[in-house]
C-alpha cells in the first residue's frame, strides 16, 4: 500500500489486466437518468439569453449532459417560505381559474426540455395550492383530505394546458417526501399521511383519464429513505387501484446498505407491480471521514461542495447501487444546478474547481450566489455532469442492464444492451460497458472480454479528462479516480 502510494505520488501508472465477465442474464430495463428544475430556474431566468440557452444546451443537449429524464416543479406559490429562491410562483388562482403566465422562470427550462425532445418530462409537486393545505401556506401543513379531489384536477389542468401548449409531460408526482411538513420552510412541502397516498393517487388516476391523459403515468411516493419506504409501502399500495401507478419513486436520504435499498426495491415492486425508480439524491459526503478519498466509501447526508472526481465517483456508487441493489428502473439527480458553490467564484479559480466544506453536493453546474450584486453570471460546470452525461449517453432508453462480475473491488461495472442499433458520436453501437475505477491506479482491460460485441472505443473522464472520446483498442486503461465508457456493435 505504501509503496503504490509512492508510486503513485511520483506519478508512475501501476497497470494491472484483469478478467472479468458480463452475465447473459438479464436485469431490469432502464428508462432515464435525469435531474430536477427545483429552484434555480428563479435566478437563472435573469442570466443574458445566451447563459440561459447554454444551460440549456449542456443540460439536454448533445454536446451537453443529454439527459434524458427532467422533473419540472410544479410550484405551489411559495406563501410562507423563507427563501425566495425556493418560493416557486404557482399557476393556481382558483378552483378552475389559471394565470398561466405564472412561473415564468420554470417554464423558460421546461421549454426548453420539450424542444430538446427529453423523452421524460416529469411535473413533480412539493406542495399543493395553499387552499388545499391544512394551514393554508405553502410549507408546514398536510393535504386536505375534502381538497384530494380539488388538488387531483388542479394537476389535470395543469397537465392538460401544457400539453395544449406542445409540452407533454410523459409523469407526474404529486407528493414530496409526504412525511415531512417542511415545517421549517425553507421550501414547500405538504405531509401526505400513508391513509392518504392511494387516494390522491386513485382520484388523480381518473382526473386523468377523463381528461384523455391516460399515457400520463403517475408516480409516488418519493419517500426520503429507506426508513420511511419499507414500514409505510403496505399501508398504501395495496389500497392502489390496479394500473393507476406507472412507476414507484424514492429518494435515498438514509444512504441504506445495499440490503436495505434492495429490500426497498423488492417491497416497492412486490406490492406495485411496476418498477422502482430512484428520483432524488444530493448533498454526500463520506460517513468516515478518514474515507474522504475513498469515493466507494459510505456516504453520509451533509454539506460540502466537492466538484472532483472523488464527488462525481460518489454519486456513481449511488447509481450502481440504485441500478444493481434496488434494481431501480430509473434515476434522477436532484437539482441539476446549484448556487452552494460555498466560495465566492469571481476572480477565484481555486474557488470552482477545489472542495469546501461551506457549500452543497447538490449541482451539476454552480452559479454565483451573489450574481445580482456582482452581476456575474458565469457558469461552473463540475464533474458530476460530465459523469452524468456517461449515464444519459449509454444507459440508452429502453435499454437492459447485465451484470458484470471478476472485476477488482475497487472497479464498478454495469453492462447495458439496447435492442435496436443506438447511433453515438463514436458509430452505432448496440451495447455499452460502463466502469467506474474508484481506486487511485489505473487498471487494464480488454473489451474483447465483455462478450458484447466488435468494440468501437469510448469515452473517458477522469481527474484530467471530460468526456475524452477513443477509438477500437484491444486494450483499454481506466486511470485512477474514473468514469470510462466501452462502446460495442
Ligand atoms: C446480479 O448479481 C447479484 C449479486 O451481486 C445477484 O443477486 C443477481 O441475481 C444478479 N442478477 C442478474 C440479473 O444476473
Ligand atoms: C400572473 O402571474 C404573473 C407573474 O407572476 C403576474 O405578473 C400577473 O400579475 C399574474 N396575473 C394575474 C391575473 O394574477
Ligand atoms: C385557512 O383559510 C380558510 C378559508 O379562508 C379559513 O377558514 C381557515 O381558518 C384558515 N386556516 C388557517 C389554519 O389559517
Ligand atoms: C418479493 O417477491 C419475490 C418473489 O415472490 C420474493 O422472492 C421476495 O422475497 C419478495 N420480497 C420481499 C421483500 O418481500
Ligand atoms: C479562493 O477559493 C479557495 C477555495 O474555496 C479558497 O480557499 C480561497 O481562500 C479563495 N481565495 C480568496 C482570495 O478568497
Redesign the pocket.
Known amino acids: 500500500m505504501a509503496y503504490l502510494s509512492l508510486l503513485a505520488a511520483l506519478g508512475v501508472y501501476c497497470v494491472v489486466a484483469f478478467g472479468f465477465t458480463v452475465?447473459s442474464?438479464?436485469?431490469?430495463v432502464i428508462n432515464g437518468i435525469g435531474a430536477s428544475g427545483a429552484w434555480w430556474p428563479n435566478d437563472v431566468f435573469n442570466f443574458p439569453e445566451s447563459v440561459r440557452e447554454q444551460v440549456a444546451e449542456l443540460l439536454f443537449g448533445p454536446s451537453g449532459a443529454g439527459l434524458t429524464s427532467y422533473r419540472y416543479n410544479v410550484g405551489g406559490g411559495g406563501i410562507g417560505v423563507s427563501n425566495p429562491t425556493r418560493a416557486p410562483e404557482t399557476f393556481y388562482v382558483s378552483q378552475g381559474v389559471y394565470n398561466w403566465s405564472a412561473d415564468a422562470a420554470g417554464v423558460y427550462f421546461l421549454q426548453k426540455a420539450s424542444q430538446f425532445k427529453v423523452p421524460q418530462i416529469t411535473a413533480f409537486v412539493n406542495s399543493a395550492p395553499t387552499t388545499m393545505t391544512s394551514n393554508n401556506a405553502s410549507c408546514g401543513g398536510t393535504l386536505v383530505d375534502a381538497q384530494i379531489p380539488a388538488y387531483a384536477q388542479y394537476l389535470a389542468d395543469v397537465i392538460a394546458h401544457w400539453k395544449e401548449e406542445g409540452v407533454v409531460f410523459t409523469h407526474v408526482s404529486l407528493m414530496n417526501e409526504p412525511d415531512d411538513t417542511f415545517g421549517s420552510c425553507g421550501q414547500e412541502g405538504m405531509e401526505v399521511t400513508p391513509q392518504q397516498r392511494a387516494s390522491v393517487i386513485n382520484t388523480l388516476r381518473s382526473a386523468l383519464d377523463a381528461a384523455g391523459l391516460q399515457s400520463v403515468g403517475i408516480m409516488a411516493d418519493e419517500s426520503s429513505s429507506t426508513g420511511n419506504f419499507i414500514p409505510e409501502a403496505p399501508e398504501w399500495i395495496p389500497q392502489v387501484q390496479k394500473g393507476a401507478l406507472a412507476a414507484v419513486s424514492h429518494h435515498q436520504y438514509g444512504f441504506g446498505s445495499d440490503a436495505e435499498v434492495?429490500q426497498m426495491g423488492s417491497i416497492g415492486r412486490n406490492l406495485s407491480g411496476v418498477y422502482t425508480w430512484f428520483t432524488e439524491i444530493c448533498c454526500f459526503k463520506a460517513a468516515d471521514s478518514s474515507q474522504q478519498n475513498n469515493p466507494a466509501a459510505p456516504l453520509t447526508y451533509s454539506g460540502i461542495y466537492e466538484p472532483t472526481m472523488i464527488g462525481a465517483l460518489q454519486l456513481g456508487q449511488l447509481v450502481y447501487q440504485s441500478f444493481?441493489?434496488a434494481l431501480d428502473a430509473h434515476f434522477d439527480f436532484w437539482t441539476a444546478l446549484s448556487n452552494g458553490i460555498g466560495c465566492a467564484p469571481l476572480g477565484n479559480a481555486t474557488c470552482p474547481t477545489a472542495p469546501n466544506s461551506n457549500g452543497w453536493n447538490d449541482g451539476l453546474i454552480y452559479y454565483d450566489p451573489d450574481y445580482a450584486t456582482n452581476q456575474n453570471t458565469a457558469l461552473y460546470q463540475v464533474k458530476r455532469l460530465f459523469l452524468m452525461k456517461h449515464f444519459a449517453n449509454f444507459i440508452w432508453m429502453g435499454s437492459t442492464?447485465?451484470?458484470v462480475?471478476g472485476l477488482p473491488s475497487n472497479v464498478f461495472g454495469m453492462a447495458f444492451k439496447n435492442p435496436a442499433q443506438q447511433s453515438t458520436q463514436l458509430g452505432t453501437a448496440h451495447s455499452s460497458l460502463i466502469l467506474m475505477n474508484m481506486g487511485n491506479s489505473a487498471i487494464s482491460v480488454q473489451p474483447s472480454q465483455a462478450g458484447l460485441g466488435t468494440s468501437i472505443g469510448g469515452a473517458l473522464t477522469s481527474p484530467t479528462v471530460d468526456w475524452q472520446t477513443f477509438g477500437a483498442s484491444s486494450s483499454v486503461s481506466l486511470p485512477g479516480l474514473s468514469i470510462t465508457t466501452l462502446l460495442f456493435n
Open positions: 452475465s442474464t438479464p436485469g431490469q434492495a444493481t441493489q442492464r447485465f451484470n462480475s
